[in-house]
């Protein structure tokens, strides 16, 4: 029988470039309605990867996950690669039960290969990971086909500087810390180009205007043996 379009157009798995595509796996709201209105159905997708493009590592890229994280379910354990700086258990503690964090400790190639052990294995509600600078379009491709079909969000931090590489990951933004909060921009998303830079409310430990434009990116570069933490006080 003869497939109308009109009916191929209802699939969830086709989508028009003039408008948002409904994410199959699921969606959690970012906590920003004014987001939200510009992610493909209304929200952060499950299973699917997600890049954050960072100017410095520390300026507000995890206080901008906080109201989605805390939306997960309290039995599902969240993991946290290669941060930049020692995770601070007080901190953590006043949002979440530590019990549900998970740090892995790991440099350079081994920082992809823990990434995807943790997406593949579906048990998360959530992986952060800041991935090397130099990771290839072959090991991000590695990564996405890792997650596909888990209800897991996968929030990968990469430099600002990789913005004008390509990447398979379906999401992509930028986000940048401002004086009046955090500067967001939609580079990739399924659906038609976003041309307004989103100005959201998010808090930080220290004020806007004290971030400094020289720091340097402490994102890992040598190969040294991975170590996964259970942060506790």
């Not at 992986?127 to 290839?136: E, F, M, R």
């Not at 004086?179 to 830079?197: A, D, Y």
Request: with cysteine.
């Amino acid at each position: 029988m003869p497939v109308q379009l009109a009916d191929l157009l209802q699939r969830s798995d086709v989508w028009q470039g003039n408008q948002l595509a409904a994410p199959e796996g699921g969606i959690v709201s970012s906590g920003f309605a004014l987001l939200d209105a510009q992610l493909p159905g209304g929200g952060w997708p499950r299973g699917v990867l997600i890049e954050l493009l960072v100017a410095s590592p520390g300026g507000g890229e995890v206080s901008f996950l906080l109201p989605a994280l805390r939306q997960l379910d309290a039995t599902a354990p969240f993991a946290v690669v290669a941060p930049p700086a020692k995770v601070h258990a007080p901190a953590w503690a006043s949002h979440f039960p530590l019990r549900q964090l998970l740090q892995v400790d790991a440099k350079g190639e081994e920082v992809p290969w823990c990434v995807e052990l943790l997406l593949g294995c579906g048990a998360l509600g959530a992986v952060l990971a800041w991935l090397p600078s130099n990771l290839g379009v072959k090991a991000l491709r590695r990564l996405q086909l890792a997650v596909e079909g888990r209800r897991t969000l996968a929030f990968m931090f990469r430099p600002l500087s990789c913005a004008r590489n390509s990447s398979p990951a379906p999401y992509r933004l930028a986000v940048r810390g401002g004086r009046v909060g955090l500067q967001v921009e939609i580079f990739k998303r399924r659906g038609p180009p976003c041309e307004q830079t989103l100005v959201l409310p998010v808090e930080r430990p220290v004020p806007w205007g004290r971030l400094a434009p020289h720091e340097s990116s402490p994102y890992p570069r040598s190969g040294t043996k991975a170590h996964l933490t259970v942060v506790s006080k």
